[in-house]
Nanobody, 117 residues
Framework: QVQLVESGGGLVQPGGSLRLSCAGS????????MGWYRQAPGKQRELVAI???????NYADSVKGRFTVSRDNAKNTVYLQMNSLKPEDTAVYYC???????????WGQGTQVTVSS
């Protein structure tokens, strides 16, 4: 079964950038889509970006124009480039197959992103 491991989070000032990685211990190249989610304290987990097997992408309005999702099938890795970060982007970020687009994998530990001056 695919294990998902997120990394790359940290503390960054507003306006800064981070690049998150999601590595799959098994093959994720066969998935039809992979998504990046985030969960802020006291809030529900939300889907912020999707990348489909053909390379097309969708983004939540809150991150459109600032975040870019990409995938390297050879490395079984999905990335999330986050630019122009805002305090409201503070959350734990996770990757997984979006519900309805394939079997959801067991959730990883996520990676904490904190945007603060």
């Amino acid at each position: 079964q695919v294990q998902l491991v997120e990394s790359g989070g940290g503390l960054v000032q507003p306006g800064g950038s981070l690049r998150l990685s999601c590595a799959g211990s098994g093959s994720i190249r066969s998935t039809s889509a992979m998504g990046w989610y985030r969960q802020a304290p006291g809030k529900q987990r939300e889907l912020v970006a999707i990348i489909f097997s053909g390379g097309s992408t969708n983004y939540a309005d809150s991150v459109k124009g600032r975040f870019t999702v990409s995938r390297d099938n050879a490395k079984n890795t999905v990335y999330l480039q986050m630019n122009s970060l805002k305090p409201e982007d503070t959350a734990v970020y996770y990757c997984n197959v979006p519900a309805g687009l394939g079997p959801v994998r067991p959730w990883g530990q996520g990676t904490q992103v904190t945007v603060s001056s």
